[in-house]
């Protein structure tokens, strides 16, 4: 089975620098998507950024990048110039990319951040 | 755009007790999905379906029951509402198999006393 870790709880960033949010995942499989969404305290989820494991090439939108090391099995987000709207419940989540079962994603419990002024 | 709507946002209820969460989607989106969220954890998924008229279980299916009579509306019954079931219910959908832009509802907040 899948599984998704994020072994950060909480994380603090002062406003306009940079933070990196950690996920490491465990699969078997070779082709699978991650994904970072976004939990602001209106509890809508927002997809932020994702990353199909057949591409070596990082995926980046706007302030949002990620570093994906397949071999690793990591897969951390990095939030450049950091925003007061950037804080929120940051989720990792998995898909496998074909077979059976391609409607579950796993999701990691979570990553807090907050933005300092 | 309404996007994924859910009703209600909060709800208290009764051990025992039955209820609907409703969702509707105006995207005719195929796919739709129901979450919970366990305070502390991420979302588990309850049940999904891939069209009008057929619908799947997920990880955590026990306790739920739903139905897909048009591709707009992902009803999600509880029958006999136990405290284990007190948790944020979350209605998703997305067009395709290949579900990266899964588009989320606001959430019911459900307790049950």
């Known amino acids: 089975a899948q599984t998704v870790t994020q072994s950060q709880p909480e994380m603090s960033v002062q406003e306009a620098e940079t933070v990196t949010l950690s996920c490491t995942y465990d699969?078997?499989?070779?082709?699978?998507?991650l994904f970072w969404y976004k939990q602001p305290p209106s509890r809508q989820m927002i997809l932020v950024i994702r990353?199909?494991?057949?591409?070596?090439q990082n995926a980046t939108e706007n302030r949002f990048s990620v570093n994906f090391q397949k071999a690793a099995k990591s897969f951390s987000l990095k939030i450049s110039d950091s925003q007061l709207g950037d804080a929120a419940m940051y989720f990792c989540?998995?898909?496998?990319?074909?077979?059976?079962?391609?409607?579950?994603?796993?999701f990691g419990k979570g990553t807090l951040l907050t933005v300092n002024p | 755009n309404a996007g994924v709507t859910q009703t209600p946002k909060f709800r208290i209820l009764k051990i025992g007790q039955s209820m609907t969460l409703q969702c509707a989607q105006d995207?005719?989106?195929?796919?739709m999905y129901w979450y919970r969220q366990d305070p502390g954890m991420g979302l588990k998924l309850i049940y999904y379906?891939?069209?009008?008229?057929?619908?799947d279980k997920g990880e955590v299916p026990n306790g739920y029951n739903v139905s897909r009579s048009t591709t707009e509306d992902f009803p999600l019954r509880l029958e006999l509402a136990a405290p284990s079931q007190t948790s944020v219910y979350f209605c998703?959908?997305?067009?395709?198999?290949?579900?990266?832009?899964?588009?989320f509802g606001s959430g019911t907040q459900l307790s049950v006393l």
């Open positions: 699969t078997s499989e070779s082709d699978y998507y």
């Open positions: 995207m005719n989106h195929n796919y």
């Open positions: 989540a998995y898909r496998r990319g074909s077979g059976g079962s391609n409607y579950k994603l796993t």
């Open positions: 379906s891939v069209g009008a008229g057929i619908t």
């Open positions: 998703a959908s997305s067009y395709s198999e290949s579900n990266e832009k899964l588009f």
């Open positions: 990353q199909e494991a057949y591409k070596q």
